[in-house]
RNA sequence: GGCGCCGUAGCCAAGUGGUAAGGCAGCGGUUUGCAAAACCGUUAUUCACCAGUUCGAAUCUGGUCGGCGCCUCCA
């Protein structure tokens, strides 16, 4: 079954068919660097990482590219709200812009977004973009008006058909500012005359700065070609950024720009857009993993079809990590019955365990493959994941995995259905390594041989029938966040994630 | 006003022509000294509403109601 994904520019669903076969290219626009993320902004790379891994997983050699936009009007209103004077005003631009850059990759990386190849900033590509810019003004696609250049619409017949608006319309609705010095009020800026003291570059036109959409043409055609396959972002970038950007890349280059347009839904809270102007709206990354997994971030952002909107509470990441939980119970379970670490699993352990998939177990492969076929349909194998995890614990369960000895047939079965269980969650991006906290607990030097202390001193109380006692230890370890467990090989102690 | 999306159980959510995945919460059971964990069963004769197409519709068509996004910076 061939990969099929919906296209924004079509408006339907499409077979996956690349420009070079075996190859994908992907953009992704990334941020504009002027305040720290947030929620919303982890909605692209988290979707397209997890989309990254399904196309290497099928088989694609894949290059992604996302890009920062260090240079734009709101870093300059930024930094001018905090005093900076023409003097300092560029200096302070470049060390907010690696201020929040810094900030930004560290949420990735949190969310275990890993997949990234080429991360361009706009002002390492000003010559491109001065390139691209000479050369629209060169066709007729361009003119220079007053230290700026814009882009004219009504010289690309095809403009408005990535947003699906029509032109005539849009001019006719659209304001026209006085002493504008555009042509025609759809016309967008390609390059930008500069004020004293602004970042600047040298240009024909005079020093000044990209416009909004430009950067995203320059870097994408220079990194994955004039024509490549994937080119992704938030819903609310279709128009005018992406429109804009179809317009001046295939004017420019003669060719069309990329095939398929993927859009992710927007994070809402409470039912209302997250947005910066908004202020109620803003969940901050940096909070929000001092609280939760990024496990349990990732997999809200998995939860449902990227294209749907995800409306954001707290409640729903407390149900989630509620969710979750079970397979981290899971792993603890499967390092008791085997000795090694869910964690340690890969492809090769398939092999070393030599044993068959149970059918149920390849079903569920199936079914997990089909939904990721099928527009990258994360929510429906997430789901697939939970029925995995019932399958191996009944089999667990049905088997006495817990109480030894154990045939050594039978655990490699397990081993095999585990592994599995192992392959399809790190396609989503999911359980790749233990949880923050379990890590934290384990290293401290006296927590670990305290509660073993507090246990076998308990066991005692149960062997001689004191369970008044030995539950009251229970309850009180209970109240400071330690579970404990009484099965059938001792009892094991846990320390719930936060 | 234009373009587009959505409405599936108490909540979240998959399913786009063949008779309703999964999660959370709840209830009953197995297990347990009691719990926890795990497993089993159970919770929508029905998919906002109305009409139509069809042997058959949550899925297609038309209409109604309700919620949302874009059209201005936004991931």
Known sequence: MPIRLYNTLTQTKEDLQTVVPGRV???????????FSHIGHMVGPVIFDTIKRYLVYSGYEVTWVVNITD??????????????????????????????????LDCLKALGVDGIDQMPRAT??????????????????????????????????????????????????ARVDPGDKKRNPGD??????????????DSPWGPGRPGWHIECSAMSMKLLGPHFDIHGGGLDLVFPHHENEVAQ?????????????????????????ISKSDPETIVEMRDLLARHQPDTIRALLLSSHYRRPIDYSNDRLDELDRALRGFRTFFDRFERITGQSFYSLNASSQKTAGAEFPDEVSDLRRQFLDAMDDDFNTGGALGVLFDLLRVLNRYADLQ??????????????????VVTLRELAGLLGLFREPSKSAEADSGDRLTGPLLDLLVSLRTSLRKSKNFALSDEIRDRLTE??????????GTRWKITDR
């Open 124 to 173: 390492e590509h000003i010559p491109g973009i001065l390139e691209i810019t000479q050369g629209l003004i060169e066709k007729g696609n361009a003119y220079a008006s007053g230290g700026d250049v814009y882009f004219d619409v009504t010289t690309d017949a095809d403009y408005g058909k990535l947003s699906h608006r029509d032109f005539e319309e849009l001019e006719a609705g």
């Open 25 to 35: 290219g992907m953009y992704v626009c990334g941020p504009t660097v002027y305040s």
């Open 400 to 417: 006495q995995l817990d109480k030894p000895p154990v045939d050594a047939a039978v655990q490699a079965r397990f081993v095999a259905g």
């Open 249 to 273: 890349s295939e004017c420019y280059s003669g060719k069309p720009f990329a095939t398929y347009w993927l859009h992710n839904g927007l994070l809402t809270k409470g039912g209302k857009k």
């Open 71 to 104: 240079v734009d009007d709101k870093l300059i209103q930024r930094v001018q709200a905090e005093g900076a004077t023409p003097a300092d005003m560029a200096a302070r631009v470049k060390a907010l812009a690696e201020t929040v850059t810094a900030d930004y």
């Open 480 to 489: 400071l966040g330690v579970i404990l467990e009484d099965g059938a090989g």
């Open 188 to 201: 967008f800026a390609l390059w930008k005359g500069s004020k004293p003291g602004e970042p600047a570059w």
